[in-house]
């Protein structure tokens, strides 16, 4: 069963606009959570990260918010950029009780017009 | 890449054929993690690695084994390669057990 999931595939929005990108997740001892974006032919490349005793973190354009109640993430950019544009993971992690493993979701295409 | 690098970029073999990859590390982190990305289910762990010579199984381990002889170096390998293994795959590298991942470009594997 997919412990992670984002449910929407693709998303578009407009330069300057907000994007809001959604995780949810199952398991309720997950303690660590992160985003990655991905541009084509390339790895995987770190954003931005959350530990669970947290609902917020912000760098610069990008903040995460984190609702344990109802087990679901979110990733907003604003303003968006057309560079911004790329597939985001997001991800989920046991902590240390599980040698650092990542569980990912499947990833949401961002793209961002002119 | 931050100090990880796969090898071949991108290799087509034929069905039944085995086929290694490689990942390559010159920041000497324990831990070290190979994931396939396919359409729908995102990166899917295979196998990983906490040390040398330690390895576990991912979620989808089947007709792939691991090896890791020094701190450097994670190879994987298909030993008979089939067709719903064609994908691609990323190795990731880790200083710590609660950190997140540095990702290597990948090596697009096709299985024909």
């Known amino acids: 069963d997919q412990q992670v999931k984002q449910n929407s595939p693709s998303l578009s929005v407009q330069e300057g606009r907000i994007s809001i990108l959604n995780c949810d997740y199952t398991?309720?001892?997950?303690?660590?959570f992160l985003w990655y974006k991905k541009y084509p032919a390339e790895g995987p490349t770190f954003l931005i990260s959350?530990?669970?005793?947290?609902d917020k973190n912000e760098d610069g354009r990008f903040t995460v918010f984190l609702n344990k109640s109802a087990k679901h993430l979110s990733l907003h950019i604003v303003p968006s950029q057309p560079g911004d544009s790329a597939v985001y993971f997001c991800?989920?992690?046991?902590?240390?009780?599980?040698?650092?493993?990542?569980?990912f979701g499947q990833g949401t295409t961002l793209q961002v017009k002119p | 890449d931050a100090g990880i690098t796969q090898s071949p970029r991108h290799k087509v073999t034929e069905t039944g054929t085995p086929v290694t990859l490689r990942c390559h590390q010159t920041?000497?982190?324990?831990?070290m993690y190979w994931y396939r990305q396919d359409p729908g289910h995102g990166l899917r762990l295979i196998h990983y690695?906490?040390?040398?010579?330690?390895?576990d199984k991912g979620e989808v381990s089947d007709g792939y084994s691991v090896s890791r002889s020094k701190t450097e170096d994670f190879l994987l390998t298909l030993e008979s390669a089939t067709s719903s293994q064609t994908s691609v795959y990323f190795c990731?590298?880790?200083?710590?057990?609660?950190?997140?991942?540095?990702f290597g470009s990948g090596t697009r594997l096709t299985v024909v």
């Open positions: 990731a590298i880790s200083e710590s057990d609660y950190y997140g991942y540095t």
């Open positions: 398991n309720s001892m997950f303690d660590y």
């Open positions: 959350i530990s669970s005793i947290k």
């Open positions: 991800a989920a992690s046991l902590g240390s009780s599980n040698t650092g493993k990542l569980i």
């Open positions: 920041e000497n982190h324990r831990y």
């Open positions: 690695s906490y040390g040398v010579k330690d390895t």
